[in-house]
């Protein structure tokens, strides 16, 4: 396994990491992903950690802790080998500290984060959204004396958007506390939003992308193809509304063109979408699921080859789309691209 920095950090992370969003899930969106136990978790993390993947990212919102709950159960013994992930912001109850990033919020948070993951510390804490209500000075310092406690070792943002995120880094760099290093974001061949402007950010300002939903919330798998119903058995039918939007008349333009490339490889459909993500810039790691060993294996296939060039250009081909203002201009314009070429 490849092991890249996260941004700017000396933290080195995995090509590959594993997202434990399956783990105790439960609830409309978590239990349609799957319902992973202590045992069969154990497996899964036993299966990373032979293949060298030994970053697992999860979050205090998945099926309400259940997951963090069960990671911490899957990795019992071993800490030491495993880097943690997790994330907290989005509300986890009704009352008025029970969502965001005030300095309350984040206090608790990790205090619950650790001791539902069994842990005195996580190696990567992220804000898993901007909250617009908290001061970015007292988020910032509060994740300050979180690390100088030893609770945290590095922080990241999740879904900035790219003045969010700009404005947190800056205002770190002002005041000389911690600097996200990481950025989970969205990012797929069905979805490539992220290039637009927190790509050129990341690469500037030394941020290391943590791509979630590789697959393109499961579009991505093969199953799905023109002409043809949805799967009765997609996980789709269910979380479709939760997940990004893609367009079904590219979707299955892409599907075609990874079908032509699958037959070159020998390779799977979600294989080859990963591997194209693991070349792009500013990628530090995907973040791959799944709900047993098979999928598992499969998806850690991904890694440890490349496309050719040729490939890579005709993923590139059918999956663009054009840039929304003000980007396109520097896409489509001469003289606007020699001022910023694309880093793409």
């Not at 490849?2 to 439960?26: C, D, K, M, Q």
């Not at 990671?71 to 013994?77: H, P, S, V, Y």
């Not at 919020?105 to 190696?123: F, S, V």
Request: glycine share 10%; with cysteine; net charge negative.
């Amino acid at each position: 396994m490849e092991y890249r920095n996260l941004g700017a950090s000396g933290l080195r992370v995995p090509l590959l990491s594993f997202g434990a969003g399956t783990f105790g899930g439960s609830g409309p969106l978590f239990g349609a992903w799957g319902n992973t136990d202590a045992q069969e978790a154990r497996r899964l993390v036993d299966i990373c950690l032979e293949a060298g993947v030994n970053l697992f990212d999860t979050a205090d919102v998945y099926s309400a802790g259940a997951s963090e709950d069960v990671l911490g159960q899957a990795i019992r013994g071993r800490r030491d080998a495993v880097l943690i992930s997790t994330k907290t912001a989005l509300p986890m109850g009704e009352g008025p500290q029970d969502w965001g990033t005030s300095r309350a919020r984040l206090i608790r948070a990790t205090e619950d984060a650790l001791r539902r993951l069994g842990t005195d510390y996580i190696d990567l804490l992220q804000l898993h959204a901007f909250d617009a209500s908290t001061p970015i000075e007292e988020v910032l310092a509060t994740l300050d004396a979180l690390v100088a406690a030893g609770k945290i070792r590095y922080v990241g943002a999740s879904n900035f958007a790219g003045w969010e995120l700009m404005k947190s880094l800056a205002a770190a760099e002002r005041h000389g506390k911690p600097r996200y290093v990481a950025h989970q974001v969205y990012y797929s061949l069905a979805g490539r939003d992220y290039e637009w402007e927190l790509m050129p950010l990341a690469a500037d300002q030394g941020v290391g992308a943590l791509v979630w939903s590789p697959l393109a919330w499961g579009r991505l798998t093969g199953k799905i193809r023109r002409g043809q119903p949805l799967p009765a058995a997609s996980r789709l039918h269910e979380t479709a509304k939760y997940g990004p939007p893609v367009d079904d008349e590219r979707l299955f333009d892409i599907v075609e063109v990874l079908d032509s490339i699958a037959a070159e490889t020998d390779k799977t459909v979600p294989q080859i979408a990963i591997n194209w993500l693991l070349g792009r810039p500013t990628v530090s790691s995907v973040i791959i699921g799944a709900r047993n060993e098979e999928q598992l294996r499969q998806n850690l296939d991904a890694a440890g080859w490349s496309l050719s060039k040729d490939q890579i250009e005709k993923l590139d081909a059918v999956s663009a789309v054009t840039a929304p203002y003000p980007y396109f201009p520097y896409r489509r314009q001469e003289g606007f691209a020699r001022l910023n070429p694309p880093i793409v």
